[in-house]
T-cell receptor
């Protein structure tokens, strides 16, 4: 299993500013993901955070808007840049335990409100 | 296209009644199906996966490849089952595709 913590747990930000969310895992993991969960909607994968290389972004998400760092196998950050009210959402960090098609573990989420 | 469909956004049942949360998937390969659950104020967590064929908290789910379904069932719902349930599809890689979720509300 994997225990994931995220900081901050919530924040209220002004339009045009940026917020960096941290994700810490209690064990080394290869696969780390960032999701967005908008109110009343499902989880949408933003990107896969790759250790030692650039993140892999899903369609509709770009590095300029959501830069990601992955300096080691236990830590990652997601920055939400130049925020607008449409970015208000819960952002989730997740890791894959084991290999392909295995259980995913999720962090507690960061609730972001943009005014 | 790879897709997971949960047709019900909200399902409300009385305590003790049977419950079935529907899930259909679209995938041309050999799927790996999961049910994740999120209780109030808790993080999303795995409930069960089809490959393990086990019952967790009284819930079972059978993969029906002919109907491309993986419905979650429990014969007698309990109030503590009230939560958000997500059906998810593993496609042979590292990415998991989640359905829109069904909120289950079990009434006393």
């Amino acid at each position: 299993s994997a225990v994931i913590s995220q900081k901050p747990s919530r924040d209220i930000c002004q339009r045009g500013t940026s917020l960096t969310i941290q994700c810490q895992v209690d064990s080394q993991v290869t696969m780390m993901f960032w999701y967005r969960q908008q109110p009343g909607q499902s989880l949408t994968l933003i990107a896969t955070a790759n250790q030692g290389s650039e993140a892999t972004y899903e369609s509709g998400f770009v590095i300029d808007k959501f830069p990601i760092s992955r300096p080691n196998l236990t830590f990652s950050t997601l920055t939400v840049s130049n925020m607008s009210p449409e970015d208000s959402s819960i952002y989730l960090c997740s890791v894959l335990a084991g290999g392909r098609n295995n259980e995913q573990f999720f962090g507690p989420g960061t609730r972001l409100t943009v005014l | 296209a790879q897709r997971v469909t949960q047709p019900e956004k909200l399902l409300s049942v009385f305590k003790g009644a049977p419950v079935e949360l529907k899930c259909n998937y679209s995938y041309s390969g050999s799927p790996e199906l999961f049910w994740y659950v999120q209780y109030s104020r808790q993080r999303l967590q795995l409930l069960l996966r089809h490959i393990s064929r086990e019952s967790i908290k009284g819930f079972t789910a059978d993969l029906n490849k002919g109907e491309t379904s993986f419905h979650l069932k429990k014969p007698f719902a309990q109030e503590e089952d009230s939560a958000m349930y997500y059906c998810a599809l593993g496609t042979g890689g590292f990415k998991t595709i989640f359905g829109a979720g069904t909120r289950l509300f079990v009434k006393a």
